[in-house]
């Protein structure tokens, strides 16, 4: 079993719409939990920490559920600059400083 | 502020070659790690490095090692190159906390012919 999983997808919506990744990890002692973005061909970018009690920022939205170890982020009123794939991260929880990543969910907003 | 750099940003090698990959952390960062990236997949690590000491390593064979300088700059070296060793690597950089963000380079885009 993989340590982070993730939908691979494609999400396919139209512009203005609300779509939403979900993302199951392996390890209860994970501590710290991320997305981050990927553009094709580019290097992962860092969208947002998430928190326990769930945070927001802007149109994004991320929750965490440690006790089913779940992690989702939430994107509303999609814009065609949200066409990225999105990597779910979440680190080891034993003072490691590595990032275990998920293959990714991809997203295409379309017109 | 500059971002973490690396180069070369893409590299042509044959199998059975080495190759040596170089990364400047952000300024103020003191924590290098280096990660591999296949397509479709999400980058994999391979090594971590904090004040110059090994502080993390990932499921890669010896062929694969690292250092860090004394200005936290790093080097990734894979010697005897294999057509799987094709990928994209990556340097991210971090203040050196533990379970923190870190912050990543461009890459190096490997090729093996």
């Known amino acids: 079993r993989k340590e982070v999983e993730q939908d691979p997808g494609p999400f396919n919506v139209p512009e203005g719409a609300t779509v939403a990744f979900n993302c199951t990890y392996s390890?209860?002692?994970?501590?710290?939990f991320f997305w981050y973005r990927q553009d094709c061909r580019k290097e992962p970018k860092l969208l947002m920490s998430v928190y326990s009690s769930g945070n927001e920022d802007g149109r994004f939205t991320a929750q965490l559920n440690r006790a089913s170890q779940y992690i989702s982020l939430l994107i509303r009123d999609s814009k065609l600059s949200d066409s990225a794939t999105y990597l779910c991260v979440v680190t080891p929880g034993d003072s490691s400083y590595k990032l275990i990543f998920g293959s990714g969910t991809r997203l295409l907003v379309r017109p | 502020d500059a971002g973490v750099t690396q180069s070369p940003t893409h590299l042509i090698k044959t199998r059975g070659q080495h190759v040596t990959l170089r990364c400047s952390p952000i300024s103020g960062h003191k924590s290098v790690s280096w990660y591999q990236q296949v397509l479709g997949q999400g980058p994999q690590f391979i090594f971590q490095y904090y004040e110059k000491e090994e502080r993390g390593r990932g499921n890669f064979p010896d062929r694969f090692s690292a250092r860090q300088f004394p200005n936290y700059s790093s080097e990734l070296n894979v010697n005897a190159l294999l057509l799987g060793d094709s990928a994209l690597y990556l340097c991210a950089s971090s203040l050196g906390l533990a379970n923190q963000p870190q912050h990543f380079g461009d890459g190096t885009r490997l090729s093996i012919l």
């Open positions: 390890n209860s002692a994970s501590q710290s």
